[in-house]
């Protein structure tokens, strides 16, 4: 099982058929697009797509048959919807706590499945403890995925399991802030390499088939968030502001990002 298709699993455990679901999709990143083509897949009626950049928006609603929705609205859609699939690049949360909390009220409880997989996270972690908000981040999906591999029993019991452990392990919230501005540089860099590979593949020894090209994507996509993910946990756990200087630095020299000297700075300002 991959990640989207974990993302389909965890929607269907909570709502069931999917085929009368809306499914907003926040953010025009490669991992969010696949997951919004699996729950389309699996039956989803109603696809809508909400990006900063309008015009992104537009080209992926495009490519998935989809709606482009406009920003502003933000809160209108997420009241609508009945799954929510995040992956902006963003150093601040799009879905807060205070959102979750008029979102949940406004729905009268009715179950809402938001999953985050951006890196940083775009939704405040506390949203998942409103009643009726389920939230799932990319620890979650990994976890399923290693779960169903080893037969540990179903999707919805090692999700729970993984909800519990998420409610307990809000941890070292100051040092995670600070880094925040190098974790979204690192992965707009990451996504830059990644597409870069991926043009040059297709140039070299395309054309290919859909399934081909979907595959090539989806790999390029995986490696991107396994590495951002990766270092953005070791800069988030750091159990000392020094050690976290010393990483930040090497990261922004190792993937050529802007100057390392500014981002310690920014990070020291938090």
Do not use: W
């Amino acid at each position: 099982m991959t990640l989207p298709y974990a993302t389909v699993e965890l929607a269907m455990d909570v709502l069931g058929d999917l085929s009368k679901s809306e499914v907003l999709l926040l953010g025009a990143g490669h991992m969010g697009e696949i997951a919004a083509q699996c729950l389309r897949n699996a039956g989803a009626s109603k696809l809508k797509v909400m990006n900063r950049t309008h015009a992104k928006a537009v080209e992926l609603a495009d490519k998935l048959n989809a709606a482009a929705v406009s920003c502003d609205d933000r809160l209108k859609h997420l009241m609508s919807a009945d799954v929510v699939v995040c992956s902006a690049t963003c150093s601040h949360s799009l879905v807060s706590l205070e959102d979750a909390k008029m979102v949940a009220k406004a729905r009268h409880r009715k179950p809402l499945v938001i999953v985050d997989i951006a890196v940083p996270r775009n939704v405040d972690p506390r949203a998942g403890e409103v009643d009726g908000i389920y939230l799932f981040n990319i620890d979650s999906l990994e976890g399923v995925v290693r779960r169903d591999t080893k037969g540990r029993g179903s999707a919805t019991d090692a999700a729970n399991r993984i909800i519990s452990d998420e409610v307990q392990g809000f941890r070292r919230r100051l040092l995670a802030e600070r880094v925040v501005p190098t974790i979204v540089a690192l992965r707009q860099r990451l996504e830059e390499l990644c597409y870069q590979e991926v043009e040059y593949l297709r140039k070299e020894f395309g054309p290919f088939t859909e399934d081909q090209d979907q595959v090539l994507t989806t790999l390029a996509s995986h490696i991107t968030q396994r590495i951002a993910g990766s270092l953005a946990r070791e800069l988030r756990d750091l159990p000392d502001r020094t050690n976290q200087e010393m990483l930040t630095v090497a990261v922004h020299r190792l993937f050529s990002l802007e100057s390392s000297k500014l981002a310690v700075e920014a990070g020291t300002e938090n």
